[in-house]
């Protein structure tokens, strides 16, 4: 990634109050872009706290608003003009999936169907990314990673509706930008852990509540095995996915974004980690789950993005979780969560090229 790409750029976030979205925010006003966010309010009293305390609501233009209601989404696309969009809005959760599918699909495929068909009415917009999910493939339970070319068939409705986004994404590519006027791609990004992910049914935000109240934490499925990746790893891949493509149209397509095998591991080696970086005596438990479906087995060939970029995974799965762990102790203690947020994101990218992006 070419952070001085970015000076200046007008870069539209959707999903901006999100866990991702606010490093994403946070990443790219670091970067100098000119930052736009269209997004519900965060789901999470804590989130909305994270999103604060980040400091990004003062670098940026900040709207709350429904993908859904698409003359106040295109009103804001015809007001800001943006180069490039990074479209990660969407009902992530696969559980809240079951309980609520109508939702999840109007939100995950007629959204994604929206911001596009404002991308389409916008002629400033030069690249754009949808970001989808490694859940999106037909799972087949297979000891190797998924290629781009795998079939898509989510099969909870959360997974299904982000392979229909991917599928919807095509269309309008095929559609209406083959004509190279804006570069499309969608990347499939494996499990992102990180400081300000405070959402619900998830292994690390359930560990790090846990903690906090000094509980032992109960792990649902300690056996599934996942892609795992701190939360800077795919956005520092979104960013350069989005940049190349705006040079050159000819890298729009589809991309995994995952970690390297060895950083694939189970919930509960996950759970084991974050206790050892946690300390004082901290524990986990397996606790029966009747709950609904979920893949076993999931991990990404992310070859085509190492092959077109030269791209690697940077942190390992251990650092990730150090990182999370330090992170949420400073944010239970009250601490500067901007200046630790920029601290991490110097010290990724200090260590990925020599030189610190925040300054």
């Not at 929206?114 to 493939?137: G, I, M, P, W």
């Not at 619900?200 to 792990?219: H, K, N, S, T, W």
């Not at 992310?302 to 150090?322: D, M, N, Y």
Request: glycine content about 10%; aromatic content about 10%; some cysteine.
């Amino acid at each position: 990634m070419d952070k001085e790409f970015f000076q200046g750029k007008r870069v539209l976030v959707t999903g901006h109050t999100g866990f991702k979205g606010t490093w994403l925010c946070k990443l790219l006003e670091l970067c100098g872009a000119e930052v736009y966010g269209y997004s519900l309010p965060s789901p999470t009293e804590e989130g909305a706290v994270v999103f604060q305390s980040s400091g990004v609501a003062a670098g940026m233009t900040s709207v709350l608003g429904d993908l859904r209601d698409l003359p106040k989404l295109a009103a804001f696309f015809a007001d800001c003009q943006p180069e490039i969009v990074l479209h990660l809005a969407a009902q992530p959760i696969v559980r809240e999936s079951y309980r609520d599918p109508l939702g999840t699909y109007s939100t995950n495929v007629m959204g994604t169907v929206h911001v596009l068909e404002c991308v389409r009415q916008c002629s400033a917009v030069r690249s754009f990314l949808n970001v989808t999910t490694d859940k999106v493939y037909e799972n087949r339970e297979w000891a190797w990673g998924y290629r781009e070319n795998d079939p898509l068939d989510g099969f909870d409705p959360y997974s299904n509706s982000k392979s229909c986004s991917e599928l919807v994404t095509h269309s309008y590519q095929k559609s209406f930008f083959a004509d190279g006027r804006t570069a499309v791609s969608t990347a499939r990004a494996g499990n992102v852990i990180g400081g300000g992910d405070f959402s619900v049914d998830r292994i690390l935000p359930d560990c790090i509540r846990a903690a906090l109240a000094g509980r032992v934490i109960e792990v649902r499925n300690p056996y599934s095995t996942r892609p795992y990746q701190h939360v800077l790893e795919p956005l520092a891949a979104y960013l350069l996915i989005a940049q190349r493509q705006y040079e050159d149209g000819k890298f729009a397509g589809a991309y995994n974004v995952g970690p390297e095998d060895c950083d694939c591991v189970t919930t509960g080696e996950l759970a084991t980690m974050f206790c050892r970086a946690w300390g004082q005596g901290q524990q986990w438990r397996h606790v029966g789950d009747a709950g609904p479906h979920e893949a076993h087995f999931l991990k990404l060939d992310c070859s085509r993005l190492k092959t077109a970029f030269g791209w690697q995974p940077h942190w390992h799965i251990q650092e990730a979780v150090k990182k999370t762990v330090a992170w949420a102790k400073l944010y239970a203690a009250g601490g500067d969560i901007a200046a630790c947020m920029e601290e991490q994101i110097g010290e990724f990218f200090a260590e990925e090229d020599g030189s610190r992006l925040d300054g």
